[in-house]
């Protein structure tokens, strides 16, 4: 693939999806002189399992921070609100509206050549609802008022992926894989540690995603990769 030509639009429910699932992706295509955007659907302020709060302004610092790290070209946040807006309480109408055409990174705005989507394998219902959400945007139309992306591939993200409500269908099944380098590995990682609200010892940290990186190497021959399914190519 030639990179350089590659417009990438990566769909994360949350902010620091876009890392967990296609750092790897990002990096490679802003290299080659790509463009990349990433549009986050959902961020406010919750408390963590073991009570720890975290805030709307320090989760969007974060997500800044990534985006610079990243140089990524454009980005939106759908629902920035103080209280974070589970997706699984929004209409699908409403998410497809937005995906579609009235997000600055719409598919109508930025007309991407590559969409990223999270897996409906995953135990988290925002995923779920995101991945439901942007297949039907990503239909194929006969008019042609809707860009249709000639690359569509979902990603993994680990932590979510060993219980799935759609286990009785299946599971995250990868068919198209990104080599990396142990370099391309560490700015992952970096790009992870920025979102230090959201790190989880031994479920959302760096030895979680070193460990995944090396599996998904193994299954094609060599250290580390990423792993995406495909849902559409054409040329």
């Given amino acids: 693939?030639?990179?350089?030509?590659?417009?990438?639009?990566?769909?994360?429910?949350?902010?620091?999806?876009?890392?967990?699932?296609?750092?790897?992706?990002?990096?490679k295509i802003k290299e080659n002189g790509g463009e990349v955007y990433v549009q986050v659907l959902t961020m406010g302020g919750y408390s963590k399992i073991e009570g720890v709060k975290v805030t709307k302004e320090v989760w969007r610092k974060e997500f800044l921070n990534v985006i610079k790290?990243?140089?990524?070209?454009?980005?939106?946040?759908?629902?920035?609100?103080?209280?974070?807006?589970?997706?699984d309480t929004v209409s699908q109408k409403d998410l497809i509206d937005i995906l579609e055409?009235?997000?600055?990174?719409?598919?109508?705005?930025?007309?991407?050549?590559?969409?990223?989507?999270?897996?409906?394998?995953?135990?988290?219902?925002?995923?779920t609802h995101t991945y439901k959400a942007a297949i039907t945007s990503l239909r194929p139309h006969p008019q042609n008022s809707i860009h249709v992306p000639k690359l569509?591939?979902?990603?993994?993200?680990?932590?979510?992926?060993?219980?799935?409500?759609y286990s009785e269908l299946g599971q995250f099944s990868p068919n198209f894989y990104l080599k990396m380098s142990k370099t391309e590995l560490?700015?992952?990682?970096?790009?992870l540690n920025i979102y230090k609200s959201q790190l989880?010892?031994?479920?959302?940290?760096?030895?979680?995603?070193?460990?995944?990186?090396?599996?998904?190497g193994n299954e094609i021959g060599v250290s580390f990769a990423e792993a995406f399914h495909i849902h559409r190519f054409h040329i």
């Fill in 1 to 27: 693939m030639n990179f350089k030509e590659e417009k990438l639009l990566v769909i994360a429910p949350h902010a620091d999806d876009e890392v967990l699932g296609c750092c790897g992706l990002v990096n």
């Fill in 69 to 87: 790290f990243l140089e990524i070209d454009g980005y939106d946040i759908a629902f920035y609100e103080n209280k974070i807006r589970y997706l």
């Fill in 101 to 127: 055409s009235k997000s600055k990174v719409s598919l109508k705005k930025i007309k991407p050549t590559i969409i990223a989507i999270p897996t409906v394998f995953s135990s988290h219902q925002d995923h």
């Fill in 152 to 165: 569509v591939i979902s990603y993994e993200s680990s932590e979510y992926n060993h219980w799935s409500s």
């Fill in 186 to 191: 560490k700015k992952k990682i970096t790009a």
């Fill in 200 to 216: 989880r010892a031994g479920h959302r940290d760096g030895n979680k995603m070193s460990a995944l990186s090396e599996t998904r």
